[in-house]
Nanobody
Framework: QVQLVQSGGGLVQPGGSLRLSCAAS????????MAWYRQAPGKQRELVAD???????NYADSVKGRFTISRDNAKNTVYLQMNSLKPEDTAVYYC????????WGRGTQVTVSS
């Protein structure tokens, strides 16, 4: 059974930083495509960043230069380092993985507010 267990998130002031983690189990992580999505209240879920099995990355324009996605295949974990956070980054963030199936984490709340 595949599980994506998220950690991190919380409340941070504008300009602050947070790191999200997503630990995968039950899947061949090294070949998995991994991504972070987010969904703000009243809005559709959107892709924030993704990373291929080869380590190629892609970012939404709104987070380029501020967020960094990375993976540690030895730990079966994908990370999202979020710097210079803005109130508009407030959302529930979801981990997503594709490896012989599509899988979602349960989501974690990120709130950017003073």
């Amino acid at each position: 059974q595949v599980q994506l267990v998220q950690s991190g998130g919380g409340l941070v002031q504008p300009g602050g930083s947070l790191r999200l983690s997503c630990a995968a189990s039950g899947m061949i992580f090294s070949i998995a495509y991994m991504a972070w999505y987010r969904q703000a209240p009243g809005k559709q879920r959107e892709l924030v960043a993704d990373i291929t099995s080869a380590g190629s990355t892609n970012y939404a324009d709104s987070v380029k230069g501020r967020f960094t996605i990375s993976r540690d295949n030895a730990k079966n974990t994908v990370y999202l380092q979020m710097n210079s956070l803005k109130p508009e980054d407030t959302a529930v963030y979801y981990c997503y993985g594709v490896s012989h199936g599509n899988y979602w984490g349960r989501g974690t709340q990120v709130t950017v507010s003073s």
